[in-house]
T-cell receptor, first 117, second 116 residues
């Protein structure tokens, strides 16, 4: 079955530690995205990638880093510089980021809930 | 200014009744797309329905329909014959083509609870 997997489902981090959230897709999608969701908030874009070896900052990129070495993988590292990292993190992909017209809807993974102890 | 506004933090509906979830948007781009997603308590976002700004007819997908009023800049989601499994958060999103990013912007969501 095609889809997006995120691991782990729950992650606990001590203050000052970096942690990496995994996101893998087998949908052959070009574009991938990372969002952060806080209670009562919509989704806020952290980083996105339209193509392998290229990515752009979203609205709240500070304290986060990403890589896109393979089409199917887009890991997110939450660094110690992120002041308030406790949140729900969602990874998504779409056929193309720049496809004008048509649905081009995003497909989402199950999410990772990160808690800083 | 918010690009997507969902004014109803929470909605309640009786099973088998219809419910409308409101969404208004703000854009000067003539070409844009509107999406609705469902987020159950498990957390995964599920795509429900899409409306393009140039589509002449309102989009429908099974029990979901989108009441698209372009002049009012509203894109309300209508769920007919509500089911208990419809209880979830619902998010409206808009993708603009101007500026070249094509990244959707999400509203804050509406929590829907379906009562038996």
């Amino acid at each position: 079955d095609g889809g997006i997997t995120q691991s782990p489902k729950y992650l606990f981090r001590k203050e000052g530690q970096n942690v990496t959230l995994s996101c893998e897709q087998n949908l052959n999608h070009d574009a991938m995205y990372w969002y952060r969701q806080d209670p009562g908030q919509g989704l806020r874009l952290i980083y996105y990638s339209q193509i392998v070896n290229d990515f752009q900052k979203g609205d709240i990129a500070e304290g986060y880093s990403v890589s896109r070495e393979k089409k199917e993988s887009f890991p997110l590292t939450v660094t110690s510089a992120q002041k308030n990292p406790t949140a729900f993190y969602l990874c998504a992909s779409s056929i193309q980021g720049r496809l004008a017209g048509g649905h081009n809807e995003q497909f989402f993974g199950p999410g990772t809930r990160l808690t800083v102890l | 200014a918010q690009k997507i506004t969902q004014t109803q933090p929470g909605m309640f509906v009786q099973e088998k009744e219809a419910v409308t979830l409101d969404c208004t948007y703000d854009t000067s781009d003539p070409s844009y797309g509107l999406f609705w997603y469902k987020q159950p308590s498990s957390g995964e976002m599920i795509f429900l329905i899409y409306q393009g700004s140039y589509d002449q007819q309102n989009a429908t997908e099974g029990r979901y329909s989108l009441n698209f009023q372009k002049a009012r800049k509203s894109a309300n989601l209508v769920i007919s014959a509500s089911q208990l499994g419809d209880s979830a958060m619902y998010f409206c999103a808009m993708r603009e083509t101007a500026g070249g990013s094509y990244i959707p912007t999400f509203g804050r969501g509406t929590s829907l609870i379906v009562h038996p």
